[in-house]
């Protein structure tokens, strides 16, 4: 069966798992955080919260990316070349994503340590691509169910 760019997670639902994933991610390295924090000010936890917030904001806008390229480039996919596309542009946004924060954090952008921090932020875009292909994948279910049921009724109302 093929299908379409219409055949994606509902925009109500798509939007729902967005924002309880990223604020799911925020608050709990937000929290993961708090025991290192050296300045336990009021200001000093501000500044923690902007700076895990702008972390989501960057992972969350991450996604969007390959929301848009999942719902344009793999419909017709096999589930082993979904997976090596996942990854490598996991990987690929989770180095944009490292590079991002390091300029955010005014720090050194390229060293020797680049690749293996992306590694967190591409768990995490890979993580959130298992969920969005475990929600497509179910509706897709959902709808051929339907459809399979719906073609029975009218073979017994036909025979």
């Known amino acids: 069966m093929r299908y379409g760019r219409a055949d994606t997670v509902t925009r109500r639902g798509f939007w729902i798992a967005q924002l309880s994933w990223w604020g799911s991610y925020f608050v709990l390295f937000h929290l993961a955080s708090?025991?290192?924090l050296?300045?336990?000010?009021?200001?000093?936890?501000l500044?923690?919260?902007?700076?895990?917030?702008?972390?989501?904001?960057?992972?969350?806008?991450?996604?969007?990316?390959?929301?848009?390229?999942?719902?344009?480039y793999t419909t017709h996919?096999?589930?082993?070349?979904?997976?090596?596309?996942?990854?490598?542009v996991s990987f690929a946004l989770g180095v944009a994503w490292e590079l991002g924060m390091r300029a955010f954090y005014m720090q050194r952008m390229v060293d020797g340590a680049l690749l293996r921090a992306s590694l967190q932020p591409t768990f995490v875009l890979v993580?959130?691509?298992a969920l969005y292909?475990?929600?497509?994948?179910?509706?897709?279910?959902?709808?051929?169910?339907?459809?399979?049921?719906?073609?029975?009724a009218r073979m017994r109302s036909a025979g």
């Open 34 to 36: 708090l025991p290192g």
């Open 38 to 45: 050296a300045d336990t000010s009021f200001h000093g936890q």
């Open 47 to 72: 500044i923690l919260v902007g700076q895990k917030a702008a972390k989501a904001g960057v992972g969350f806008a991450a996604s969007l990316v390959l929301y848009a390229i999942y719902v344009r």
């Open 77 to 88: 996919w096999p589930a082993p070349v979904l997976g090596a596309v996942a990854f490598a």
């Open 127 to 129: 993580a959130w691509s």
């Open 133 to 152: 292909f475990t929600f497509l994948y179910r509706e897709r279910a959902n709808t051929e169910a339907a459809r399979a049921l719906r073609c029975a």
